[in-house]
Structures are given as structure tokens and as C-alpha cells.
């Protein structure tokens, strides 16, 4: 049996996140469209179903911004779930009065029912214009006390989490070089015994057996590995479950090149096989 495609059709009250839960939807995965008139929705579908590589998962977001143009989406939803090979949700994002008019005062932003009356019955005529497609939803989000992190999160939950698991960047880096901007976590294990001090080691990186030994066999090392995995083995989960979209997780020694290398090799091993792991040695080739 073919697998169904996946249609999201994102609606609702301007000012009540739309465009941050399309931003949510492109970082798990989905193809997403801002804006696009309904009418032009099923050609799209039809294009997509044609596609040498089709698209499994489309999130599409219609508002007032078409005009008139949007007046078809009732229609084009119900014609949409017709076809058995698709699966179409509505989502219809709202908020009360009080936290749109709030939203819009904070970021200035122009609503599209503006022209006389005021911000609120602006507000109100777009409700009333909406009703019927308010009624036709499969889900109504009502995010009149929600942050964005809580936005997002309901997003990943909803919609993909299970199938996307957060990629997760693993540096080691020297702090003599300087620290990597996009780390989320940085951990200093400057504190071990440093390889570079031993002659016949400090040619070697912390990839190598010698040095990687080396920085392992201490007791400071173990103890302190043990809190380190089961910190992240917690966070891990619950960056997932809060909805951000990958993790930078930083190890710095002196120069990067011993300790932190084989620390962070270490992490990697630890790590693997529960989400998906790159690492990069930033430094370890600057030291001769």
C-alpha cells in the first residue's frame, strides 16, 4: 500500500503563531509553503504526488493575507479529502482578543483587517470571516498564554518528533583559540592531567590510543565521565521533548588537541546509536 501524503493546512487568527509553527514544521521535516492562495493548493498536491522523489509530509499555510483568494479553502479542503491517497489536517491556530491586540502592539505589526475601527475590530472581523473555517478543523490551538518554546514543543509532539530524533554536534576545541559561538554546553576539562607535559605523548591526539589511554586511566576521569553521561543521557530527552532542533555540545582543554579530543571521542561512543552524532576536533591539528 502506497504511503499517504501528509497535508497540513496551517490557518487561523493573525498574530496567533502561525509563522513560527511553520518554522517548527520545517525543522522536523516537512515541506512548508507561506501564504499560498487555496486555489492554487490542489495543483500543488497534484505536482507533488507527480515528483520523481514525491514529498511524504506538506504543511501549507493559508490566511487573510490572499484576500478574496482565500475565500475557497472550505472548498478545496473538502475536495482534498476525497482523495484517499492523501491525509489532510486542518490546524486553526487562535488567541483571544487581549493577546492578539497584545502581540500586535509589541511587534508593530500591521493587521490585515485594519482600515477602520481600530486594532480590536480588526481583530473581531477576522473572526468573524474565519468561523467557517474554524469549524472545518481537526485541530484548534489556542495559544493566548503560550511562549514559543511551548509552541514549537507542541509542534514536535504532534508531528514528528518520534520520527525526527535531534542531531546532536559534539566539538572539542582549545580555550586558547577560543570558544565556539553556537555551543549549547560547553564543559572545561582543563582540570585532568595534561598530556602535553609527557614527552612521547605530545605528538599524539586525544584519537590516538596513547593519549586517549592516557587521559582515561585517571580516576578523576571516570568519576567525572560518569556525571557527564548521565547529565546528557537526561538533557538529551528533554531537548527532544522541548522541541529544539539539534544540540552543540562543547569540550575544551588548553589547545585542543589531547584532552578535550578524547573526551569528547569518548562522548561520541557514549552517545551513538540513540540520535544522530557528528564531531569535530576544531584545533587539534594547530598544535605542531
Given amino acids: 500500500m502506497a504511503t499517504l501524503v501528509q497535508i497540513l493546512i496551517i490557518t487561523g487568527m493573525s498574530g496567533a503563531g502561525k509563522s513560527a509553527a511553520m518554522q517548527s514544521l520545517e525543522d522536523i521535516g516537512y515541506f512548508c509553503v507561506d501564504n499560498l492562495p487555496p486555489a492554487l493548493i490542489p495543483k500543488f498536491v497534484e505536482m507533488t504526488k507527480q515528483s520523481s522523489s514525491p514529498l511524504r509530509k ?9 484576500g478574496e483568494l482565500f475565500q ?8 482534498l479529502r476525497k482523495d484517499i491517497a492523501l491525509q489532510v489536517s486542518v490546524i486553526f491556530f487562535d488567541a483571544t482578543d487581549e493577546a492578539l491586540v497584545r502581540r500586535f502592539k509589541e511587534t508593530r505589526r500591521r493587521h490585515p483587517f485594519l482600515v477602520e475601527g481600530g486594532l480590536l475590530e480588526a481583530i473581531r472581523q477576522e473572526r468573524a470571516a474565519l468561523e467557517q473555517v474554524r469549524l472545518l478543523s481537526d485541530v484548534l490551538l489556542d495559544t493566548s498564554d503560550w511562549k514559543p518554546a511551548r509552541l514549537k514543543q507542541e509542534m514536535v509532539h504532534r508531528f514528528g518528533a518520534s520520527t525526527n530524533p535531534m542531531p546532536i554536534h ?5 580555550f586558547k583559540y577560543g570558544i565556539p559561538i553556537d555551543a549549547d554546553m ?5 582540570f585532568l592531567p595534561n598530556p602535553h607535559y609527557i614527552e612521547a605523548l605530545r605528538p599524539y591526539t586525544g584519537e590516538d590510543d596513547p593519549v586517549y589511554n592516557y587521559v582515561m586511566q585517571w580516576p578523576a576521569s571516570q568519576e567525572f565521565l560518569g556525571y557527564l ?14 522541541g529544539k532542533s539539534h544540540l552543540v555540545i562543547a569540550v575544551g582543554c588548553t589547545g585542543g588537541k589531547h584532552r578535550s579530543v578524547a573526551i ?3 562522548l561520541k561512543d557514549h552517545i551513538s546509536g540513540k540520535n544522530e552524532v557528528f564531531l569535530t576536533h576544531r584545533d587539534y591539528h594547530r598544535e605542531a
Fill in 264 to 266: 569528547a571521542k569518548h
Fill in 229 to 242: 553521561e548521565r547529565m546528557v543521557d537526561f538533557l538529551i530527552p528533554e531537548f527532544t521533548r522541548e
Fill in 170 to 174: 559534539l566539538i572539542s576545541f582549545g
Fill in 186 to 190: 560547553i564543559f572545561d576539562v582543563r
Fill in 72 to 79: 475557497p479553502l472550505v472548498d478545496t479542503v473538502l475536495e
Fill in 58 to 66: 506538506v504543511a501549507l499555510a493559508c490566511d487573510l493575507r490572499g
